[in-house]
């Protein structure tokens, strides 16, 4: 502590009219509101918001979307990403079909392969949440109109072999070890679940929040829990539209609040 700084402390604390004055002046500065009546704080909002969006806007148009559309292979019509750059490593094919939208910032990394390019695709009307990680060495594909809740992870490979000599030596996974992902159309995934590799996702299903997918999943099904299972098909009726209340000993747990 600097001579000049030890002589400030002792001044603003001790008990004198001075540091009396200077602590009441600080914790005042501290407390510090500034009145305004609702009519201008609604303008004062406005304003803010107005400049907001443009910030925002010009963000996702001019840095956002143009830095993505340079990583992909091909971006249908009315693809749009949020404002921030998404995270793209290593080289591969990105496909994205017709008015789908990856927002927030994500990451997307491509592994080495020795084979032909890896591919991660994504159909048309999907969305892609913030944060969502994919790890592709050989395929990720996503059919229509899914939707990815936040902070949903999909890999279809470990990065690492699981045999702890191979990977203190630094070996690569074996192409056994590297198996696609498949998600069908109108698939809606939870934040924060985990689909690992070889799986494949029916049409129409659900995937609950937080779950961990080892295993393909039926069409139109719910699955949720760690590791997953399914829970009931996505045509039964929700509990919160006929089953017994959730303090019944009856009652069934709703899968979407997260994992069983």
């Known amino acids: 502590m600097t001579t000049v700084r030890r002589r400030v402390l002792t001044l603003v604390?001790?008990?004198?009219?001075?540091?009396?004055?200077?602590?009441?002046?600080?914790?005042?500065?501290?407390?510090?509101?500034?009145p305004m009546p609702a009519v201008l704080a609604r303008s004062y909002r406005a304003v803010f918001v107005a400049a907001r969006g443009a910030v925002y806007w010009c963000a996702r148009v001019f840095v956002a979307e143009p830095i993505f559309r340079g990583y992909a292979t091909r971006l249908g019509r009315n693809f749009h990403t949020g404002v921030y750059v998404h995270w793209v490593v290593g080289d591969g094919r990105i496909v994205v079909g017709d008015d789908s939208r990856i927002d927030g910032k994500c990451n997307i990394m491509f592994a080495w392969s020795e084979r032909e390019a890896p591919e991660f695709s994504i159909g048309d009307r999907t969305h892609i949440g913030h944060?969502?990680?994919?790890?592709?060495?050989?395929?990720?594909?996503?059919?229509?109109?899914?939707?990815?809740?936040?902070?949903?992870?999909?890999m279809d490979s470990s990065a690492h072999p699981v045999d702890p000599a191979r990977r203190l030596r630094g070996e690569r996974p074996r192409d056994e070890d590297i198996r696609p992902v498949i998600i069908g159309d109108n698939v809606w995934v939870g934040a924060g679940a985990t689909i690992l590799p070889g799986v494949e996702i029916g049409s129409g299903s659900v995937i609950a929040a937080g779950a961990v997918?080892?295993?393909?999943?039926?069409?139109?099904?719910v699955a949720g829990g760690v590791p997953a299972r399914i829970l009931r098909s996505a045509h039964d009726v929700p509990p919160s539209q006929g089953e017994a209340p959730i303090d019944s000993p009856h009652a069934r747990r709703d899968p979407l609040a997260g994992p069983s």
């Not at 990680?133 to 990720?140: D, L, M, P, Q």
């Not at 080892?214 to 139109?220: A, E, H, I, Q």
Request: aromatic share 4%; with cysteine; charged share 20%.
């Open 213 to 221: 997918i080892t295993r393909s999943v039926p069409p139109d099904s």
């Open 13 to 34: 604390r001790a008990d004198t009219a001075l540091g009396r004055s200077v602590r009441g002046v600080a914790l005042g500065l501290l407390n510090l509101s500034l």
């Open 131 to 154: 944060e969502c990680s994919f790890t592709i060495a050989k395929s990720i594909r996503i059919g229509n109109d899914c939707m990815f809740a936040s902070g949903v992870r999909v």
